[in-house]
């Protein structure tokens, strides 16, 4: 044993703190500083906020014509967007021609609407069946009524007045609500041992995604009148909104079969040795998890629906966007620089918001629904 | 089995045509009990919504003026928003009682669609638009100049005949759109814009500074737009027709919507038959004694209906023209109703 050997005697000396690994600076640094070229990209990056966001700002608050202002004002040189404009057309923007001292009974029909939707899409919302029912079954009839009027002691308001953001909703939701389940049938036909039901199914498909919406909403607006004999007319409206529900659901049948076939034999095998019959199979086993694989590409059809609404206005229907581009055109008391392009934008908000919505709502749903995956 | 079925549907399909198509559209619409009326999707001064989202402009007059006549009621009016494309369709399928939609008066339209036009409400004609400043005066002065024109539509093949037959310089900025021509014309990417005059008129207005534009004096094509019926239904095409020159007639006796219930005392044998003080007029066309007496109340006579609309005082701004009466130096005109 020897004894050389080494106890420190004093301390090492203190070193200095480590750089900063938290708070505003290290964030800082260690996403927008790390290296030069991240230096360079972020310098460069600032640079174009700085020019791009003071005129945007300006265009869309600072120099804006709020909803209380006057033409005069829009008209200014230096003037940005003319919400006044929107604020004054807003009526024609949500409703069309509908009459203004009726415009209590769209009023309802969106009230309504609101408080029997919004519950059917919060999970924990109580009496679901009862709601479902209401919404789908009485909610329709009770709008169409309202609406149309005729009965009940209620003016006539014929479809033709009726535009802006009213027939957008009208269209998209009944589009919606319609073409699921009729893709859903058309999806688990297609799929079917009955060679008529599966003829009948793939032939419907193919036509209907063979050709663009706006054919078929021409063909209803224009050949279809000729086909039939004179004098019997079907409202433009409804064969408007018959097209979009027919088009919607023909690609919501592929996306749900996408959905089938992502379901492994052994399923349909297994509930048919439970003894469950075909409609059995199907509600208890195989949809909900064939729906739950495509909830992505359903959002994705419904949000195209939503936007594709504004194609009506090649039957001669004013839908928001109509809307705005008629007023852009004939108001001519609100002509200024800016006004057509600040009606397009309330436009472009309007339709963002609605889409925004469902996209989120839909990852919601995944999470939600996401049981048997989760890592 | 099928070709026998296939045969009923023809022939239940073609009898159901048939009846309906001997239906007097009168009765149709007095059934109903009011006009259908196709009108655009939004042209101002013509038909477009008011700013209490009401059709107004000379061509929802012109519907207004039928509905007084049969009903009485110048708000018995339904109107249907028609593109372009589907307006003939619209009016030969029965969708609509009558097309007032800035519709051209041609030879094809009128003797192979099936529709018969009623006259012309409003003399449209193609002209040309520059910037004051510029110092141009006639069309004769635009050789060379840069032109923007939407293709494809028959504004351009005017243009560039009337600049063949002239031997001018053609030079031209070609866009798809209307709303892209009028973008490049303000932002200066060509001299001179044209299109139809009253379109000229329309965009003119909605110009930061309209009066630093002018249109030109010259106008190189024949635009006449006016109502339009199905062909076939000799009464409702008259009555129709009546209805507008009842307007045209109105103003050249000086009656107007306000002094109409003085003219009913007037002496003037013209003004008696017009208003149905003497004679009938209204009961062959299947209206009343007092039809012309309501368009007159309701809507107005024409030179009302047109300064209302389109007249100087509105943003529109098209002086008369062509459209004054024959005695102003205009070229409408009713002929006498005895």
Redesign the interface.
């Known amino acids: 044993m020897s004894d050389i050997g080494f106890v420190r005697a004093d301390l090492v000396p203190a070193k200095p703190a480590p750089n900063r690994t938290s708070g505003a600076m290290a964030w800082a640094q260690k996403n927008l500083f790390a290296t030069p070229v991240d230096t360079i990209l972020t310098l460069l990056g600032l640079l174009f906020l700085t020019w791009i966001v003071p005129p945007l700002f300006n265009f869309f608050i600072g120099h804006a014509v709020g909803p209380n202002g006057t033409v005069e004002e829009c ?1 200014a040189i230096d003037a940005g967007a003319c919400w006044a404009y929107i604020y ?2 807003m ?2 923007f949500i ?4 009459d ?1 001292p009726q415009q209590w009974r769209p009023n309802i029909v969106f009230a309504l609407g609101a408080m029997l939707f919004v519950p059917l899409l919060i999970p924990k919302a109580p009496f679901k069946r009862v709601n479902a029912i209401l919404f789908l079954v009485v909610y329709p009839v009770v709008s169409y009524f309202l609406l149309a009027g005729g009965v009940f002691g209620l003016t006539e308001i ?1 479809t ?1 007045k009726w535009g802006g953001l009213l027939v957008t909703l009208i269209i998209s939701v009944v589009g919606i609500t319609l073409s699921f389940p009729l893709g859903i049938i058309l999806a688990l036909g297609r799929q079917s041992n009955l060679p008529v039901i599966k003829t009948l199914c793939i032939a419907f498909i193919e036509l209907i995604r063979a050709v663009p919406l706006i054919t078929i909403l ?1 063909m209803a ?2 050949m279809l ?2 086909f ?6 079907v409202d ?1 409206f409804l064969r408007a909104l018959v097209g979009v529900t027919l088009f919607t659901s023909a690609y919501m049948a592929e996306v749900v079969r996408g959905g089938l076939q992502a379901i492994p034999r052994g399923q349909y095998e297994a509930g048919a040795s439970l003894g469950l019959g075909y409609w059995q199979r199907m509600y208890f086993i195989i949809l909900p998890q064939a729906l739950k694989h495509v909830i992505p590409g359903i959002v994705n059809n419904f949000i195209s629906l939503f936007k594709d609404t504004s194609l009506v ?6 839908d928001l966007l ?1 809307a705005v ?3 852009n ?5 609100w ?3 800016n006004t ?1 392009t600040t009606g397009y934008l309330f436009a472009a908000m309007v339709f963002w918001v609605f889409c925004f919505s469902m996209s989120r709502y839909s990852m919601y749903m995944e999470r939600r629904l996401n049981t048997g995956y989760k890592r | 089995m099928q070709k026998t079925l296939v045969t009923i549907a023809v022939a239940a399909s073609l009898s159901l045509g048939a009846t309906a198509a001997h239906a007097a559209i009168l009765d149709d619409v007095k059934a109903k009990g009011y006009v259908q009326c196709g009108v655009t999707g939004g042209v101002p001064g013509f038909s477009a919504p008011d700013s209490n989202n009401v059709w107004t402009g000379l061509e929802v007059d012109y519907c207004r003026a039928l509905a007084a006549a049969i009903f009485n009621d110048a708000e018995a009016v339904r109107y249907t928003s028609l593109t372009s494309q589907e307006r003939f369709t619209a009016l030969s399928a029965g969708e609509i009682d009558v097309l007032s939609r800035t519709t051209t008066w041609t030879m094809s339209r009128d003797t192979q669609l099936g529709i018969s036009f009623v006259g012309t409400m409003f003399y449209d004609g193609q002209g040309f638009m520059v910037r004051k400043a510029d110092g141009i005066k006639s069309a004769l002065d635009l050789s060379g100049a840069a032109i923007c024109i939407e293709s494809g539509t028959t504004t351009e093949l005017n243009a560039a005949d009337y600049f063949a037959a002239n031997n001018m310089e053609f030079n031209t900025v070609v866009f798809v759109d209307q709303d892209e021509v009028v973008k490049a014309y303000e932002d200066g990417r060509c001299d001179v814009y044209t299109t139809d005059s009253s379109a000229l008129a329309a965009e003119r207005s909605k110009f930061a500074v309209p009066d630093d534009h002018i249109i030109l004096p010259e106008i190189i094509s024949k635009e006449p737009l006016g109502p339009v019926v199905r062909a076939g239904d000799t009464g409702w095409f008259n009555i129709a027709r009546w209805t507008y020159y009842a307007l045209l007639e109105a103003e050249e006796l000086g009656v107007t919507s306000t002094n109409v219930d003085e003219m009913l005392g007037s002496d003037n044998p013209a003004i008696k038959r017009l208003l149905g003080v003497e004679g009938d007029f209204g009961t062959p066309l299947g209206l009343t004694k007092d039809w012309a007496y309501q368009i007159i109340k309701l809507v107005g006579n024409y030179a009302e209906t047109y300064d209302r609309n389109v007249g100087p005082s509105t943003p529109i701004g098209l002086a008369r023209g062509l459209n004054a009466l024959w005695k102003d130096g205009g070229i409408q005109y009713a002929p006498p109703i005895r």
């Not at chain 1, 039939?228 to 007319?233: E, L």
């Not at chain 1, 206005?313 to 004013?318: A, E, L, N, P």
């Open positions: 008209r004054s057309e009526e024609f409703y069309g021609f509908y203004i014929p033709e021409f607006s224009i009148p000729l039939m004999p004179q004098g019997t007319t433009k206005y090649i039957v001669g229907m004013k109509e581009k008629t007023k055109d004939s108001a001519l008391e002509q200024s620089a057509a």
